[in-house]
Structures are given as C-alpha cells and as structure tokens.
C-alpha cells in the first residue's frame, strides 16, 4: 500500500507546459522567446503582476498543480469570468455552477474557507449579483498570496524561469 500512496506525495517541479515560451535548451532549434528577464523577474515584485501577465498565470498555475491547490487559482479565474456576465440567467446559473464546485461542502474542488463565508456566499446566491463572490474570492486571493505566491517565487519553476531567460538575454548580446 505504501509504494502505490507514495506517488501521491512526490511533489513534481515540472515546467514541461512551459516549453512553448521557455528559451529553448542548447541542444534545441532556437525558436523566437516569448519571455524576457525582464518580464519574469517583474512577477516578483507583486502578486498582481504575476497574475496580470499571460506566462506568469500560465506559471503559478502550473506551480500551483504541484502542490495541488490549483482549485484556488481555477476559483479565482472562475470568479473572474463571473463578474463579467451580464445576463442575470446566466449568472444564475455560472453562479450555482460556481459555488457546487468550489464552495460547497464535500464540492470536488473545495476551496478553503470558513463556514461564515461558505453561507453569506450561500445566501448572496439567492439574488446574484456581479460582486456575489467578492469576499470569498479576496480571502482565496488573499491566502495565494500570502502563501503560494512566496513558495511559487522560491520554486525551481520560477527560478528555472528566470535563469534561463536570464541566460538566453546573455546569448543574445554577445
């Protein structure tokens, strides 16, 4: 029983999803970066600007599987697209969706939050409005940052991220 669970312990640092904008490896045919060093090493200076940047989501995201807590970040994207729907059917309707998948007890991809919210949230659901999820989503927002955030810029993505940018931007100028 130990070997079969032991797989599930083993955290994996694998970047292999970000071969499409990673500087390509010395024994690859170059293809043109989509990353600068620039742009990786912006992600640390605010949690905001990592999730702003197309590859730094694509990034934290991948980090996040990792430790598996993506249900945080697909929750906060989810919220996200909520907030844009116009029509109060839909709402509706993305709401319940919304809610049975990340907030609900025992839901498949729980989010951690605390029975008080877990019921505002509930009951705001009753009368859906863009700003619904508001408070739930700030604490998840809150708990990546404080959290993830940290340990995602300590990672060996990130760091492999910024080195090999880093390493590419050197090749060039030479």
């Not at 071969?19 to 293809?31: I, T, V, Y």
């Not at 600007?49 to 994207?77: C, M, P, Q, V």
């Not at 508001?134 to 990546?144: C, I, K, P, T």
Request: hydrophobic share 30%.
């Amino acid at each position: 029983m130990k070997p079969r669970l032991g797989c599930l312990s083993n955290k994996s640092d694998s970047y292999n999803d970000f071969s499409e904008f990673l500087p390509p490896a010395p024994d690859r045919p170059a293809r043109s970066l989509k990353l600068s060093t620039d742009e990786v090493s912006q992600w640390a200076t605010s949690f905001n600007a990592l999730l702003s940047h197309k590859y730094g989501l694509a990034a934290f995201r991948t980090f996040l599987k990792t430790e598996f807590s993506d249900e945080n970040i697909e929750f906060w994207l989810a919220c996200e697209d909520y907030k844009k729907i116009k029509s109060p059917t839909k709402m509706a309707s993305k709401g319940n969706k919304i809610y049975k998948e990340f907030i609900d007890v025992q839901a498949p991809r729980e989010v951690n939050i605390d029975f008080r919210t877990r019921e505002e949230t509930r009951q705001s659901l009753l009368d859906p409005s863009p700003s619904s999820f508001n408070e739930v989503q700030a604490r998840v927002y809150s708990l990546m940052e404080k959290d993830s955030y940290p340990r995602f810029l300590r990672s060996k993505i990130y760091q492999d991220l910024l080195n090999r940018t880093h390493t590419h931007c050197q090749r060039k100028s030479v």
